[in-house]
């Protein structure tokens, strides 16, 4: 059993892309950032003050390469007003597409 929640655990932080790109980002409304120069300008600011957070040690690691940083970057995103795109963000999507549809 906790080999299974370990290999769980693994898979689902592997499957997290890149968490400061802004093409995977959308506002609330549904608006792209990158569609927006004012939005986008916006979305910098966060990324900054997300990064510093995902930085420390209570929500995040001092590792910016790690699977923890990008997760708790995401958080702090999302709590600043900018959703990922969904099921599109992510590229393990693109291996298992319509699997559950079977």
Known sequence: MKIKLALGLTLSLAC???AESPSNYRSF??????D???LLSV???AVDTCA?????PPRGTPR???LHYNAALRACLYRQ???DRGIHAYPATQIFDHFLDR
Do not use: K, N
């Not at 409304?29 to 990158?34: D, I, L, R, Y």
């Not at 510093?52 to 420390?56: R, Y």
């Open 29 to 34: 409304g549904g608006q792209s950032v990158e």
């Open 43 to 45: 979305y910098s600011r």
């Open 64 to 66: 910016t390469d790690s």
């Open 52 to 56: 510093w957070e995902a930085q420390t």
């Open 36 to 38: 927006d120069p004012v």
């Open 16 to 18: 997290i892309s890149a």
């Open 81 to 83: 007003g900018f959703l």
